[in-house]
């Protein structure tokens, strides 16, 4: 998936995957929700990748209101270094051909290139990175014991640790690659597991009852998800 050739320094990829869907009763033709919307009410993932440094991003997202598209990819721009209008419009952008997300691009004056619609065999570099953040969710949702609607934490989450290692031997992993830094320098680029069991100190307002002064001053907690700052 990696493209070092210089033509593709300037080149993402954008593109929306459905995490929820409907299914049958058994006893009626009407359709139902299933458990795959997402805590928040998320119902779409947007994937974005740097094609030069295989450096991508997991995104939930409500709807497909070209707006909140327009804020995931203005947030993605930042990351890479593309920090303002201008810089942004000298990016290539391969993406779905879903209106929304066309117009997301055009609105910031970028090239755009995508493939006919239904087809997505014509969208190869696009399809292999969803179909990548989609294993990454179900193994993390497997290995962590949640239900399914824990999705936009394991979807973003993947797509941190995914950044934050070296995926061949002699290779900088893709968060140096994009930032010049390695991940987490403070714990020895240390990174963590979708769902395991940490010590966190809660905030005063989460506290029902004061403490005795012997109790400690950590609880036991579900890690989710990474906040990077």
């Not at 995931?72 to 942004?88: A, W």
């Not at 930032?179 to 987490?184: D, F, P, S």
């Not at 940490?198 to 005063?204: E, I």
Request: net charge positive; hydrophobic share 35%.
């Amino acid at each position: 998936f990696d493209r070092k050739d210089d033509r593709y320094e300037s080149t993402i990829t954008l593109d929306q995957v459905g995490m929820s869907h409907s299914r049958k009763k058994k006893s009626s033709d009407d359709a139902e929700p299933t458990d795959d919307k997402g805590i928040g009410n998320y119902r779409y993932g947007i994937v974005l990748c740097k094609v030069s440094q295989n450096f991508w991003q997991f995104k939930p997202i409500r709807s497909l209101d070209s707006h909140e598209a327009k804020r995931v990819f203005r947030e993605f721009c930042g990351m890479i270094g593309k920090t303002d209008s201008d810089m942004i419009a000298t990016l290539t952008v391969h993406c779905d051909a879903h209106a929304s997300l066309i117009r997301v691009a055009t609105d910031y004056g970028c090239s755009v290139s995508h493939g006919p619609p239904g087809r997505p065999q014509a969208n190869a570099e696009i399809e292999r990175k969803i179909g990548v953040a989609l294993s990454g969710i179900r193994a993390y949702l497997a290995q962590a014991g949640l239900p399914n609607c824990f999705w936009p934490f394991a979807g973003h989450c993947f797509a941190i640790n995914s950044n934050a290692v070296s995926h061949k031997p002699g290779q900088v992993s893709s968060y140096k690659a994009v930032t010049g830094n390695n991940w987490n320098m403070k714990d020895k680029n240390r990174t963590f597991i979708f769902g395991e069991l940490v010590m966190f100190r809660p905030s005063p307002t989460m506290l029902k009852d004061k403490p005795a002064k012997l109790d400690s001053t950590l609880q036991p907690g579900i890690f989710l998800d990474y906040y990077v700052n």
